[in-house]
């Protein structure tokens, strides 16, 4: 078990940029959860997948926003035309499959976003 | 739609004693799930303790204890003997058990824990 990984740790970008982040999750977990975390609050949910499959999406998550997981592995994040409201981090978290709470979610250290 | 709400921002401790943090939620499922996770400075959150809605006893994890209130719809967190390594933000989270949303944690604000030599 070597942990869910997030790269980059950190990203500093202009405002109307766009920008990509990865997450690896724990190998044998089938989920995998991106949530949003500024300054102050407790993380917020964006999405969610099932292996390739995108599960469910926050409202949250504009139409700038799309993640992908296309094999089933990994996944990324991609922010379009970034704003300063962007500013925040993004926390990627992976579970085995999840009956019910049962399988509880293991998160990255994050990528913090700043948007100038 | 739920909600989960942690009333107290900041709390400190001192070393060997302990505290409690509280946590109130509100929703109109019957079978969920509830959860306290640390993040400690810097570092990646992790789960600290784990309750089933059906079930009426009360979780412990070593030096961490929850106190459920399932009618009050109120989940407080008690670590005893604090110690340095203690100190973290500590946030609630509520769990549905329905349907697409199973995994889509709902946080609280969370309370910034202290522990103090």
Redesign the interface.
């Known amino acids: 078990d070597t942990?869910?990984s997030q790269d980059p740790r950190h990203k500093i970008t202009k405002r109307g940029q766009n920008v990509t982040f990865r997450c690896d999750p724990i190998s044998e977990h089938n989920?995998l959860?991106w949530?949003r975390q500024t300054l102050?609050?407790?993380?917020?949910?964006l999405t969610?997948f099932q292996n390739e499959a995108q599960?469910?999406k926050?409202r949250l998550l504009s139409d700038r926003f799309s993640a992908e997981r296309p094999k089933g592995s990994f996944s990324t994040l991609e922010i379009q035309r970034t704003e300063q409201g962007d500013s925040a981090m993004y926390?990627c978290a992976s579970?085995r499959p999840?009956?019910?709470?049962n399988s509880?979610?293991h998160?990255?250290?994050?990528t913090r976003l700043t948007v100038t | 739609a739920q909600t989960?709400t942690q009333s107290q921002p900041e709390m400190s401790v001192q070393e060997a004693e302990t505290v409690t943090l509280s946590c109130t939620y509100d929703t109109s499922e019957n079978?969920?799930?509830l959860?306290w996770?640390k993040q400690p400075p810097s570092?990646?959150?992790?789960?600290v303790i784990?309750q089933?809605a059906y079930k009426q006893q009360n979780a412990t994890e070593n030096r961490f204890s929850v106190n459920f209130q399932k009618a009050a719809k109120s989940f407080s967190l008690k670590i005893s003997d604090s110690q340095l390594g203690d100190t973290a933000m500590y946030?609630c989270?509520f769990?549905t058990?329905y349907g697409?949303?199973?995994?889509?944690?709902?946080?609280?604000?969370?309370t910034k824990l202290s522990v103090k030599p």
């Open positions: 942990g869910v989920r959860y949530y102050g609050q407790g993380p917020e949910f969610y599960l469910e926050s926390l579970s999840n009956t019910g709470g509880p979610l998160f990255g250290n994050g | 989960v079978n969920y799930y959860f996770y570092r990646q959150m992790i789960l784990r089933e946030f989270a769990m058990n697409g949303s199973q995994g889509n944690l709902i946080f609280g604000k969370g």
